[in-house]
């Protein structure tokens, strides 16, 4: 999987790749190129789209079966989180809480990869079921990322012990 961001974009393009990468996580990433653009206006920030079929005036490259773009705003905040939402007009879909934009960004770029999945196996679109594998892959990804913070968090006080110890 390639991952490009817009250098419009500010903030840490490493990060962004990772929770790109950590939304894609149980999919087939060979032959998936992922935009990841500046949304243009409000309304258009955190959606995205999978192409089954790349349009040639966005990628023409051999080995590149399928697009997604996704458009993110330039500057990346935390304000209005935590943000509990719902696919527009499907009843079915489940709610999804967010409390940071990492979040956020991590079930948009599995919601995207469940439709590249389901372009792959030749199965139906259906938002119902990227909004479910969304679900599912955020409460991965926050059980690992809860996981790492209390690692973190356990070896920073133990070096602070070290380094405040007293001398034997």
Not at 11 to 20: N, P, Q, T
Not at 60 to 78: E, H, K, Q, S, Y
Not at 93 to 117: D, F, G, K, Q
Request: charged letters at 25%.
């Amino acid at each position: 999987m390639v991952v490009i961001v817009d250098p419009a974009i500010r903030g840490d393009h490493a990060e962004l790749r990772g929770l790109v990468v950590a939304g894609f996580g149980g999919v087939d990433t060979s032959g998936v190129v992922v935009l990841v653009e500046r949304a243009r206006r409000r309304q258009d920030s955190f959606t995205g789209r999978a192409y089954g079929q790349p349009p040639s005036r966005l990628w023409r490259r051999p080995g590149i079966r399928f697009l997604v773009r996704l458009r993110i705003p330039a500057t990346l905040r935390n304000r209005g989180y935590p943000m509990t939402h719902r696919y527009p007009g499907r009843k079915t879909a489940p709610w999804i809480t967010v409390t940071n934009w990492r979040e956020r960004l991590v079930a948009l770029a599995a919601h995207e990869a469940c439709h590249v999945r389901q372009f792959r196996e030749g199965t139906r679109r259906s938002e119902v079921e990227a909004e479910r594998w969304a679900l599912a892959t955020l409460a991965q990804w926050q059980t690992r990322s809860l996981a790492l913070d209390d690692v973190s968090v356990s070896t920073a006080g133990s070096r602070q012990l070290e380094l405040f110890a007293s001398p034997a």
